[in-house]
């Protein structure tokens, strides 16, 4: 059997180690590359001893990480979600050496905004996107009803706000907090003071759906498959949480199958169509990030559908926690977004050999 890497985070590895669930299943890696003729190895990019080739990481045995040295694999998949220069500069050491895929991407939503925004064909899908200073604050806040304020690069919803026009002034809900402010130039002082010296975006609030009176977007696993084409391993609908305006799962946010949510809403002759929209919106999404980000298989991208069943790009994911389908209990589906990226993986090897 050929060895394939899975390069994981220093606190998925420990929890395993310990036998704790994290959002990462192990033993499916294994369980999909028996199948496939792959046996998976699991390791952070600061076990590698480049001066040897020889990585002192683990396999997975009896539920459990089980310490194991080998050789560096020669297909590599990247489960790493570092902002770690150290670990970052081993990263590019490794693909000097192996196929990495899903390697060093951007992960700053300025810059994706921007490669996406070149392309025409792509701005109907875009929701009004500008990095945080005091004119372009006040400039949205004049403009929009709702706005979000997000770190350029941040995940599971850490740092992110929802500023909202109501009729005592404007209301700004984050993870912990939810405050009024009657005026804006006071909302501006404390938003300042809020997000410090770190980089933020500013982005337009979209007038999505609302299942069961909350907000929701759309988590979409695309990844590319054995043909290396991109497919649609899932969707599932991430709804709000209701006291902070948040759909992350990590803030207190819940997931429902995504049909379950749009019957709700719409008539049935009418969500084929707007699945199909979601689909074509995410393909040409990815399409044009991989043009800059040619290492890019797995990808989670976060949808908004707004009250006529039309699709808005909020976010991409470089690593999907895939969590949500698990929450949703759309087990095939989250089997399936470990399943595609690995069976991309067994094909380098084959065109290798």
Not at 221 to 242: D, F, L, R, T, Y
């Amino acid at each position: 059997m050929e060895k394939i890497g899975i390069m994981l985070d220093w606190k998925v590895i420990y929890m395993n180690k310990q036998r704790q669930h994290t959002y990462e299943r192990l033993g499916f890696y294994v369980e999909i590359g028996d199948r496939l003729g792959l046996k998976p190895v699991f390791f952070h990019p600061g076990q590698i001893d480049f001066a040897t080739n020889k990585i002192k990481g683990y396999v997975w045995r009896n539920e459990k990480l089980v310490s194991s040295t080998f050789f560096i694999p020669k297909v590599i998949h990247n489960r790493v979600l570092s902002g770690n220069n150290d670990t970052n500069v081993r990263i590019k050491k490794l693909e000097k050496i192996s196929r990495v895929y899903n390697g060093i991407v951007t992960r700053n939503k300025w810059k994706v905004h921007k490669s996406l925004w070149r392309q025409d064909d792509l701005r109907y899908y875009l929701p009004e996107t500008k990095l945080f200073h005091k004119k372009a604050f006040f400039d949205m806040l004049n403009q929009y009803d709702i706005l979000y304020v997000k770190p350029a690069i941040g995940s599971v919803g850490v740092g992110v706000a929802r500023i909202e026009r109501e009729a005592e002034g404007y209301a700004f809900y984050s993870s912990r907090t939810r405050k009024i402010f009657q005026r804006p130039k006071a909302l501006l002082q404390f938003v300042e003071k809020w997000i410090g010296k770190k980089p933020f975006i500013i982005q337009q609030g979209i007038s999505l759906c609302k299942y069961e009176d909350r907000t929701f977007d759309v988590r979409v696993s695309i990844q590319k498959n054995q043909q290396h084409e991109w497919e649609i391993s899932g969707m599932v609908a991430k709804i709000a949480n209701p006291e902070n305006k948040l759909s992350n799962l990590a803030q207190g946010g819940s997931a429902e199958q995504l049909e379950t949510v749009l019957s709700s809403l719409f008539s049935i002759q009418s969500i084929p169509i707007i699945i199909r929209r979601l689909q074509t919106a995410c393909f040409a999404i990815v399409e044009q990030l991989e043009r800059h980000e040619p290492s890019l298989v797995d990808l989670g991208l976060d949808m908004g559908i707004d009250r006529s069943g039309l699709p808005y790009f909020i976010e991409a994911n470089v690593r999907d926690q895939r969590y949500s389908f698990f929450k949703a209990d759309e087990k095939a589906m989250f089997y399936r977004s470990y399943e595609a990226p690995l069976e991309y993986g067994a094909t380098l090897y084959k065109k290798k050999k």
